[in-house]
C-alpha cells in the first residue's frame, strides 16, 4: 500500500533535518582547510622564502699580514742592494724571521745562512755569498743576534795609470759606512812628487753622500785612509796617477 505526500500549495514543504545541516557545515569547512592546506604548500613549493645556495661558496682569501717597520725596512734594503725586486715583501720578510728565529735557538751564523739559501731556493754566490744577507737580517730585525763586527774586504785595485775600477757593492750594513785604505809611492816621479787623484763615482757619486771619496794629492807618496758615510749602493773609483798604487774598500759590520 502506497502512500502518496502532496504538497499543499502556499504550505512549506518538509524541512532539512538539524543533523544534516551540521554534517553539510563540516564537510565544507574540512574542503576549505584541504584547499587552504594545499594553496600553502604550492606556493612554499615554488617561492621560497630564503635564497636556495647553489653550491658551495669559495672561500674568502684571508689577507696577509701587514709588515712591521723593520720589516719593511729589510724589504727595502734587500731589493735595493741584492736585486730582490721580483720578489714580494711577505717572501722577503719570511726570511729575515727564519733568520731571527734561528739565531735565537742558538745557531751559528753559518748553519743559519745554509739552512736560508737551502729552505729558499736562492742561488748565485752559494752559502758563503748570502752572509751579507744574513747580517742585514740581524741588523734590521733581531740586533742582539749581532756577533762582534767584523771587517770584509770588498775590493782591492792596484796599479800605476789613469783607470777606472770595476764596480763594488757597500752594503746598508753599519749604515752603509765604509773605508777606502789606500798606498801610493810617487818617489819615482821626476821631482820625486806625483798626482794622486780618486773620484768615487768620477765625482757624480748617486747615494748623494757628502762624505764620497775626493782626493786630489800631489806629493811624493803616503798611506792612508778616507771614511765614507751613508754610501750604501754600488760604486766605482776614478783614478788618475802615474804612481803606484794599492786601494783597498773595506767595511766593518
Known amino acids: 500500500m502506497s502512500t502518496d505526500t502532496t504538497t499543499t ?35 612554499a613549493k615554488h617561492t621560497p622564502s630564503h635564497p636556495v645556495a647553489t653550491g658551495t661558496p669559495s672561500p674568502t682569501p684571508r689577507p696577509s699580514p701587514a709588515l712591521n717597520s723593520a720589516q719593511l725596512k729589510f724589504v727595502s734594503d734587500m731589493r735595493s ?12 720578510a719570511a726570511i729575515a724571521s727564519q733568520v731571527c728565529n734561528e739565531r735565537l735557538s742558538g745557531a751559528s751564523q753559518a748553519a743559519t745562512t745554509k739552512d736560508v739559501v737551502s729552505d729558499n731556493g736562492l742561488t748565485g754566490g752559494g752559502s758563503a755569498g748570502y752572509g751579507p744577507v744574513i747580517r742585514l737580517a740581524e741588523t734590521d730585525l733581531c740586533p742582539a743576534q749581532l756577533p762582534p763586527p767584523q771587517t770584509y774586504i770588498i775590493a782591492t785595485f792596484s796599479g800605476s795609470s789613469d783607470t777606472n775600477t770595476p764596480q763594488f757593492t757597500i752594503t746598508a750594513n753599519d749604515s752603509g759606512n765604509w773605508v777606502m785604505k789606500y798606498t801610493y809611492n810617487c818617489a819615482g816621479q821626476i821631482g820625486g812628487t806625483g798626482n794622486f787623484i780618486v773620484n768615487e763615482d768620477g765625482g757624480n757619486d748617486p747615494t748623494g753622500s757628502s762624505s764620497a771619496v ?8 803616503q798611506t792612508s785612509s778616507t771614511n765614507v758615510y751613508d754610501d750604501a749602493g754600488t760604486h766605482y773609483l776614478q783614478i788618475e796617477t802615474e804612481c803606484p798604487y794599492t786601494i783597498t774598500v773595506e767595511q766593518t759590520y
Do not use: C, E, M
Not at 518538509?14 to 557545515?25: D, E, F, G, Q
Not at 564537510?27 to 584541504?34: P, Q, S, T
Open 81 to 92: 742592494q741584492f736585486g730582490f725586486k721580483g720578489t714580494s715583501a711577505q717572501a722577503i
Open 214 to 221: 775626493s782626493l786630489n794629492n800631489l806629493d811624493a807618496g
Open 9 to 43: 500549495p502556499g504550505k512549506p514543504g518538509p524541512s532539512w533535518p538539524r543533523r544534516h545541516k551540521v554534517l553539510t557545515a563540516i564537510l565544507l569547512l574540512a574542503a576549505l582547510i584541504v584547499v587552504i592546506v594545499a594553496v600553502s604548500a604550492a606556493t
